[in-house]
């Protein structure tokens, strides 16, 4: 009896159930339609809305290309310093022991739970110009807050994790028996880091730099409180579209937010694209 039920209900049986395997894809598939398409879709129809003459005048109002050239030149520096800090926080954590390695290791997340406007006021308590570590390095022609290193800072610690996370189970992955061997035949530390051990980091570094530049993009907490918001000077994408916003003018928030969607859109794509080629790119159908 015991043994028919077993039978009847095993996995392989509910598996093969039309109703079974389609419930679970449709109920997937309308809460994605309902949390991300839709949402996406009446962003593009409203954008758009006016056709594309009025969109093209939108984003290229001189105001909005100073605010999408700023974001990307700020995200930009932003990935190239977290790529190679970022790696380097990952090999020291996997490849070395130390105290307080762990607790290190556990804080690198802080940032995914700090709100990002929470961020934009430490930054002003620690480089704000009455502080004494902004104030110190505004006598030296050094202006953090309210200038663009302001921006580049907060949209450093926002994506603080990404690289490291990326590169770390990678370097877990790596067996020590390479290392081993490239310094038995006289390579130094570095000779080996560079020719045996970059080379196969290499995809995850693209692949969490992406990450961070895409993140970067579509910050707003942080900015909003560092960056002083001076149109053609420090006035981000997303900072300029909530103006918008405020300003009545919802027409030029969409066709901004559409830009600036397609940018992070597209490096995603890109993102998937490395880590399934790299994950060698099966997927269950």
Excluded: C
Aim: glycine residues 8%; without cysteine; aromatic residues 10%.
């Amino acid at each position: 009896m015991n043994a028919t039920r077993a039978q009847t209900y095993s996995p392989a049986s509910v598996a093969a159930l039309p109703w079974g395997r389609w419930s679970l894809r449709a109920v997937a598939l309308i809460w994605l339609g309902l949390m991300i398409a839709l949402p996406l879709a009446v962003l593009f129809e409203h954008g758009l809305r006016e056709g594309i003459v009025r969109f093209w005048a939108e984003i290229t109002n001189p105001l909005a290309l100073a605010a999408v050239r700023l974001t990307i030149f700020a995200a930009a520096v932003m990935t190239l310093i977290n790529a190679a800090m970022g790696t380097l926080t990952a090999y020291v954590l996997v490849r070395y022991r130390f105290f307080g390695s762990r607790l290190f290791n556990s804080l690198i997340d802080l940032p995914f739970a700090i709100p990002t406007l929470v961020t934009g006021v430490m930054l002003v308590l620690l480089y704000g110009p009455q502080r004494t570590l902004g104030a110190w390095l505004e006598a030296r022609g050094a202006h953090v807050i309210f200038a663009r290193p302001g921006i580049v800072l907060a949209l450093l610690f926002i994506t603080y994790p990404f690289v490291i996370r990326t590169v770390q189970p990678v370097l877990m992955a790596i067996e020590r028996e390479q290392e081993e061997a490239a310094w038995t035949l006289g390579a130094s530390r570095w000779q080996t880091f560079s020719k045996v051990i970059l080379p196969m980091i290499t995809p995850a570094i693209i692949s969490g730099a992406l990450l961070s530049f895409a993140r970067a993009l579509g910050e707003f907490g942080s900015i909003v409180v560092v960056a002083g918001n001076i149109p053609r000077s420090t006035l981000t994408a997303p900072v300029y579209v909530f103006g918008q916003i405020e300003s009545q003018n919802q027409m030029g928030a969409s066709a901004v937010s559409i830009l600036l969607l397609a940018l992070s859109f597209t490096l995603m794509l890109l993102v998937d694209w490395m880590q399934g080629k790299r994950g060698g790119g099966h997927v269950a159908r």
